[in-house]
């Protein structure tokens, strides 16, 4: 027991304490020394504002503290286009110790000079007042016979003169387009005339003239035209007349068979006691209108077709101390092409007729004795 008591006893040492070398795990940095994910997104946008800011202010510092460059004189040879030191005078400008002025007719855009609207507009007017005034000389002269061909440019601008200079380039413009419409000439004497071109001038004359101008100049033309369209007219109106009064007087004449047919069929049905026979004149008055009447050429036709039918007689008797010439149906053998005329046809269409028929209808419902009271 006492030589167990007597021996000292060993102590274990933890491994963690006892080796003086430091682990990996003990030289990692924290956690919260660098940014998350979302914090270095976030950074990179701020930053990205800020610089966008810097270069805008910049921009416009330098934008309206800079002093525009002058324009290189006009009267220089020096080539300044592709110079910084000077920007190059535009057209129709006169540059002049730097600054731009526009020549007349002409407006300042920016760095350029622009046509100006109102003086074109002004000029196209002043060319226009010209234009009509030379045209419309022409035309007179054409058709009245007065007026002048050629009007002389300074009596067309003396009433346009004026001291103003804008008035005075708009009238230079003008008759830069009145000589390039109108045609010009010189005379001996030096002095500029204008005249109007026969293709303008048709559309400053009224249009009676237009018509009697064309007339005249195509008059060798139209004469005998006019002179065949007249042959052709006169020649359709007599055919279409000849052609009326055959139609119309196959019409009466056919009425002239129904009536005396009619007539001697009646005086035959009264045993004698009706005259059989028309006269020819009493039958024409009243069968004819009185348009008719007057046309001696239809009634003639009509007494052709009666005189070359042979069942009809002409001869004259005196009725009442004058010559009458009667017509008179022979009944004896005599029959209507048509086959339908009968006594007893006769009766029924006398007594199916209306009261309101026409004149040559009632002829027919006439008795010979009654027709000769007529």
């Known amino acids: 027991m006492a030589s167990s008591s007597s021996t000292p006893k060993r102590r274990i040492k933890n491994p963690k304490h006892s080796s003086p070398i430091p682990t990996l795990s003990s030289i990692q940095p924290p956690p ?23 270069i805008g202010c910049n921009y416009v510092v330098t934008f309206f503290n800079r002093h525009p ?6 009267d220089t040879d020096i080539d300044y286009h592709f110079s ?3 920007d190059p005078c535009p057209s129709h400008g006169i540059c002049t110790d730097g600054k731009l002025e526009c020549m007349s007719g002409y407006r300042r855009y920016g760095k350029s000079c622009l046509e100006d609207g109102d003086i074109n507009e002004l000029a196209k007017n002043l060319a226009k007042m010209v234009e009509s005034r030379a045209c419309e000389s022409y035309s007179q002269y054409l058709c009245k016979g007065i007026g002048k061909v050629w009007v002389q440019g300074d009596e067309l601008w003396n009433n346009l003169d004026k001291d103003n200079a804008t008035y005075l380039y708009a009238k230079h413009k003008a008759m830069e387009i009145v000589g390039n419409l109108l045609e010009t000439r010189h005379t001996n004497t030096g002095i500029k005339e204008l005249k109007c071109p026969d293709l303008l001038v048709e559309h400053y004359k009224p ?18 035209c006019c002179f065949l369209l007249m042959g052709v007219i006169v020649l ?44 020819a004149s009493w039958l024409r008055d009243h069968i004819l209108t009185p348009k008719e009447r007057r046309d001696p050429l239809l009634w003639k036709k009509v007494e052709d077709l009666v005189q070359e039918d042979s069942r009809l007689d002409r001869y004259p008797k005196m009725l009442k101390g004058e010559p009458k010439v009667v017509w008179e149906w022979q009944v004896e053998g ?33 008795k010979p004795g009654e027709l000769l009271k007529c």
């Open 32 to 54: 919260t020394l660098l940014p998350s994910k979302s914090e270095f997104f976030n950074l990179i946008i701020v930053v990205s504002i800020a610089v966008s800011v810097a």
């Open 69 to 74: 460059k002058p324009f290189c004189n006009s």
């Open 84 to 86: 910084d030191i000077c």
């Open 207 to 224: 249009l009676s003239c237009s018509i009697r101008l064309w007339l005249l100049e195509h008059a060798l033309f139209l004469v005998p």
């Open 236 to 279: 359709l109106q007599r055919v279409r007349r000849t052609h009326y009064l055959s139609v119309r007087a196959e019409e009466l004449y056919e009425q002239v068979c129904d009536i005396l047919e009619e007539t001697a069929l009646t005086s035959r049905s009264m045993n004698g006691e009706g005259e059989p026979w028309i006269v």
């Open 334 to 366: 005599a029959l209507r092409s048509s086959g339908k005329k009968s006594k007893d046809s006769i009766k029924k269409r006398k007594s199916s007729e209306d009261s309101n028929l026409g004149s040559n209808q009632e002829l027919r419902r006439l």
